[in-house]
């Protein structure tokens, strides 16, 4: 079983920055792929970043390259979502994820296919 804890959101104006964590419980963390999707009020729940269970490989949400970086703390059991030159339209709840599979790789998942989730924590941009 994982547990997974969000923090780090916030209200931030557009062209900001801001770091979410994503505590995990559980021994098996270090060999799982972790990632993070959002959902915006009205709208369907989009991937945005994975990274691999070994932290070789990450993969993004065209509209995130460049701006987001995803990074795993294997020590402290954390993923981590640095968020730079945020916009109005990064505004959205955003959730840490794993599909939970030994090994996993990192690629454009689909939210069907997630077997633990965090709660989600609020990021809103200000224009």
């Known amino acids: 079983q994982v547990q997974l804890v969000e923090s780090g959101g916030g209200l931030v104006q557009a062209g900001g920055s801001l770091r979410l964590s994503c505590a995990a419980s559980g021994r098996t963390f270090s060999s799982y792929a972790m990632g993070w999707f959002r959902q915006a009020p009205g709208k369907e729940r989009e991937f945005v970043a994975a990274?691999?269970?070994?932290?070789?490989?990450?993969y993004y949400l065209d509209s995130v390259k460049g701006r987001f970086t995803i990074s795993t703390d294997n020590a402290k059991n954390t993923v981590y979502l640095q968020m730079n030159m945020l916009k109005p339209e990064d505004t959205a709840v955003y959730y840490c994820t794993t599909p939970g599979i030994h090994y996993g790789g990192a690629e454009k998942w689909n939210y069907t296919g997630m077997r633990y989730w965090g709660k989600g924590t609020l990021v809103t941009v200000s224009s």
């Open positions: 990274i691999s269970w070994s932290g070789g490989t990450t």
